[in-house]
């Protein structure tokens, strides 16, 4: 079975701080893969950042970057200088071929809210 | 725009009516998937559309019913609900459900139903 845990129910920042987003994950699958989206308050899931299990290398894209160890089954997710755009709720994914399905499984959701 | 567009945005209905939500994609993808999303839940898989085959049915009660005429369109009929079906319901595509699993979903905006 496969889980994702983000313990951080709620954030709240000022605006120009940097702010990391926990993920972990459990799975018995050897290969898997990993997403964060974004929904703000339009409501559609953005799609952010895809890794799958075998490429540990970290990403940067602007002021977001990621941070994915299988030691320790995470993939967190840091917003450096954050701003008010950033407000939204922010999920994990983790999807595999458990059982032959291919069906991702969602974190609870991250909502962070940066002040001006 | 995400390429998935779901009318109506919001929907009031009271528990004896009927009324239906509208997902629409012109991505080419052959795979099509309602979720649903309460307050403090989880992200909940509802029905999966595979070349306009329903695939899975995660338990759903009947009140739901989906339907999939072609791969662009994909309805969900809604009958006799329960205030606590109030939610944002989620439609989302990919290029088939394999591809879901590697690289994630497209979502549409939601269509915010309550039922009062």
């Known amino acids: 079975a496969q889980k994702v845990t983000q313990a951080q129910t709620e954030i709240s920042v000022v605006e120009k701080e940097d702010v990391t987003l926990d993920c972990v994950y459990e799975?018995?699958?050897?290969?898997?893969?990993l997403f964060w989206y974004k929904q703000p308050p339009s409501g559609e899931l953005v799609f952010l950042i895809r890794?799958?299990?075998?490429?540990?290398q970290n990403e940067i894209s602007g002021r977001y970057s990621w941070n994915f160890q299988k030691s320790t089954s995470s993939f967190n997710f840091t917003i450096t200088a954050s701003q008010v755009v950033d407000s939204a709720v922010y999920f994990c994914?983790?999807?595999?071929?458990?059982?032959?399905?291919?069906?991702?499984?969602f974190g609870r959701g991250t909502s962070l809210i940066v002040h001006p | 725009e995400t390429g998935v567009t779901q009318t109506p945005r919001h929907l009031v209905m009271g528990m004896t009516n009927k009324k239906s939500l509208k997902c629409e994609q012109h991505?080419?993808?052959?795979?099509m998937y309602w979720y649903k999303q309460s307050a403090k839940k989880p992200l909940e898989l509802m029905f999966v559309?595979?070349?306009?085959?329903?695939?899975e049915n995660n338990s759903v009660p009947s009140r739901f019913s989906p339907e999939c005429p072609n791969s662009s369109h994909l309805f969900l009929h809604l009958h006799t609900l329960q205030p606590e079906d109030s939610a944002l319901y989620l439609c989302?595509?990919?290029?088939?459900?394999?591809?879901?699993?590697?690289?994630?979903?497209?979502f549409g905006s939601g269509t915010r139903l309550t039922v009062v």
């Open positions: 559309y595979s070349l306009e085959e329903r695939v």
């Open positions: 994914a983790l999807s595999g071929r458990s059982g032959g399905s291919y069906i991702p499984t």
């Open positions: 890794r799958n299990s075998f490429d540990e």
């Open positions: 799975t018995r699958d050897t290969t898997y893969y």
């Open positions: 991505l080419g993808h052959n795979a």
């Open positions: 989302a595509s990919s290029q088939d459900r394999s591809w879901a699993a590697q690289y994630g979903y497209t």
